[in-house]
């Protein structure tokens, strides 16, 4: 299989079989990203990573990514400091960042605007969050913790838990999940509920996704808990904002209702969400999913350059 030199804006730009094949290449990255094993198979590539939104985890996991295997990186993560602040747009941005590099990372608050990106690359563009749409590479990253973590995807029982509304993750993975087969539940406050064209691609998809608001009856018989950040930044109202915060919080007493197996899943930066006490227990997966961005965007950065590692 090759995926050289496609675009990566929306998980459905990926089949099936490209989801599992990224999955099993992340799984042969796993060496190298512990720095165990050593590889220059990217020397000489470029990547680019334009973060005009605040990121830890996700520009930096690219970048070790890229450094680990052996390509150098460029780019700015303060889009105040760069001529965008002169007016330039974002379309001559990429142009001439892509004449600059051979794969671009790309996050902004404007939804659509890493297909835009990809519209005016020649090389490949990776969406690492565009606004409240999409954030295709955390979605692998959270497959690739359910699978290492619980072996299967089909037929699990996966909670998503919070702002369905606004959480990018949370609408890539939902399609995901119903494209390989878990039962779907969703649980938001009214007012954050899943945007309904995503339960809709899902049911397209087979799934039958429930809609639930009450947290205790919702975790009872999951395999996963998938907590999100209630997206302050994305309101437009700051009084609706105060009356869904703290909406969900995972702690000791709630999982007592749930199964004893269960994960619990989050892609930082937590907030309020989880209480700290949850952190010790073999719950507590979230840390684990946040280094597995290092193997797999190995995966993602190596199969869109069409370059094997050894
Ligand atoms: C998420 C994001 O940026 O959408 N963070 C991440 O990439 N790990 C989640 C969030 O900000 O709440």
Redesign the pocket.
């Known amino acids: 299989m090759s995926l050289k030199g496609k675009d990566l804006v929306s998980i459905r730009d990926l089949t099936k079989e490209e989801i599992f094949y990224i999955l099993e290449r992340a799984e042969d990255m796993l060496p190298y990203a512990k720095g165990e094993k050593r590889t220059t198979a990217l020397k000489g590539k470029i990547l680019a990573t334009l973060f005009f939104?605040p990121?830890?985890?996700?520009k930096l996991s690219f970048e070790t990514a890229m450094h680990r295997l052996g390509g150098d990186v460029i780019g700015f993560s303060e889009p105040t400091m760069t001529s965008i602040r002169k007016g330039e747009t974002l379309a001559d941005t990429i142009r001439v960042v892509d004449s600059y590099s051979d794969i671009i990372v790309i996050?902004h608050s404007l939804e659509g605007s890493a297909r835009l990106a990809a519209d005016f690359a020649e090389s490949p563009v990776i969406n690492?969050?565009d606004g409240a749409g999409r954030?295709p590479t955390?979605c692998l990253l959270d497959l690739f913790t359910i699978l290492k973590e619980k072996g299967r995807i089909e037929g699990l029982k996966v909670a998503l838990v919070g702002d369905l509304k606004y959480?990018?993750?949370v609408h890539s993975l939902a399609y995901a999940l119903a494209l390989l087969g878990a039962d779907l539940i969703f649980v938001s406050p009214e007012t954050l509920r899943m945007p309904k064209e995503i339960i809709r691609d899902c049911q397209d998809l087979g799934a039958e996704p429930k809609s639930l608001t009450n947290l205790e009856r919702a975790v009872r018989d999951v395999d996963v808990i998938y907590v999100?950040?209630i997206?302050k930044e994305r309101f437009p109202d700051p009084t609706e904002y105060n009356r869904v915060v703290g909406s969900y919080r995972i702690d000791s007493e709630l999982l007592q209702h749930a199964r004893d197996d269960v994960i619990v899943m989050h892609?930082?930066?937590r907030v309020n969400e989880i209480d700290p006490e949850i952190d010790g227990t073999r719950h507590a997966v979230y840390f684990k999913q946040?280094f597995y961005?290092i193997p797999v965007r190995m995966a993602i950065l190596s199969s869109l350059l069409g370059v094997s590692v050894e």
């Open positions: 939104e990121s830890t985890r996700t996050r690492a969050g954030h955390q959480g990018r993750t999100t950040r997206q892609p930082l930066p946040a961005g």
